[in-house]
C-alpha cells in the first residue's frame, strides 16, 4: 500500500501547517511573523528529515535513488 498526495492535499497541508504554526508563535512565543514561521518551519522540516530516518521501510532519499533531474526535461541525466 503506497501513500498517494496529489497536489491539493500537499498545499492543504501547507495551509493547515502555516496557520497551526502562526498560531503557535501568537499564543506562546510572540516572535515577529516572518521569523516565527520561518523558524518554526526550519524546525518541522528538521523533524521530517529525523522521522524519516528513524521509521523503518522506504525513505525519501531511497525512491530518489541517484537520479539527478534536469528542471527542463524532467529526466534523468
Same mark, same amino acid.
Given at each position: 500500500?503506497?501513500?498517494?498526495? +496529489?497536489?491539493? %492535499?500537499?498545499?492543504?497541508?501547507?495551509?493547515? *501547517?502555516?496557520?497551526? /504554526?502562526?498560531?503557535?508563535? !501568537?499564543?506562546? $512565543?510572540? /516572535?515577529? +511573523?516572518? $521569523?516565527? *514561521? +520561518?523558524?518554526?518551519?526550519?524546525?518541522?522540516? *528538521?523533524?521530517?528529515?529525523?522521522?524519516? !530516518? @528513524? /521509521?523503518?521501510?522506504?525513505?525519501?532519499? %531511497?525512491?530518489?535513488?541517484? =537520479? $539527478? =533531474?534536469?528542471?527542463? +526535461? @524532467?529526466? =534523468?541525466?
Amino acid at each position: 500500500m503506497s501513500l498517494v498526495i +496529489t497536489p491539493f %492535499d500537499a498545499a492543504a497541508i501547507m495551509i493547515v *501547517l502555516a496557520a497551526a /504554526l502562526g498560531y503557535i508563535n !501568537h499564543r506562546f $512565543i510572540g /516572535l515577529p +511573523t516572518s $521569523i516565527g *514561521l +520561518t523558524i518554526m518551519g526550519a524546525v518541522a522540516s *528538521l523533524l521530517v528529515v529525523a522521522l524519516d !530516518h @528513524l /521509521l523503518s521501510g522506504p525513505s525519501v532519499a %531511497d525512491e530518489r535513488g541517484s =537520479c $539527478i =533531474c534536469s528542471p527542463i +526535461t @524532467l529526466s =534523468c541525466s
